[in-house]
């Protein structure tokens, strides 16, 4: 998905990245097909999660919903992802992807399961 990691705040767990999308991702209408703007979405989510539990845990998808707001251009974008609550069993997840300029274009949600990384240790 071309992710390009920026900061990650441990406080808000809140994750900052660039994605830039090519034009092969586009589509008649001129803009990102709906599955790949999804993408971008999960993968800010998920990296979040990730980064909150420095790198020992990554997310194992149970569902997703995702809205476009805005036709979603060729080019640089932003992503925010954000841990909403991470339990034991269950984690609630949250991002938006943005133009450059701050504008929304895409948000979505995600129930997951907390799943450990092959070769991490776990404390």
């Known amino acids: 998905m071309g992710a390009q990691f920026v ?16 034009e ?7 803009s990102v097909q709906g599955g790949l703007v999804a993408g971008f979405l999960d993968e800010a989510m998920g990296w979040a999660y990730t980064h909150s539990t420095g790198g020992t845990h990554s997310p194992l998808m149970v569902d997703v919903n995702f809205s476009i ?3 979603v251009p060729q080019g640089k974008l932003v992503a ?8 034991k069993r269950v984690l609630y997840l949250a991002a938006e ?7 929304l274009l895409a948000r979505s949600t995600s129930t997951c399961i907390p799943t450990p990384n092959p070769g991490a240790s776990v404390a």
């Open 80 to 87: 925010t992802g954000r841990v909403i609550k991470a339990g």
């Open 97 to 103: 992807l943005m133009a450059p300029d701050g504008t």
């Open 7 to 22: 900061s990650f705040d441990q406080e808000s767990q809140t994750i900052l990245m660039n994605f830039c999308a090519p």
């Open 24 to 30: 092969s991702f586009i589509t008649p209408r001129g």
């Open 69 to 71: 707001l805005r036709p």
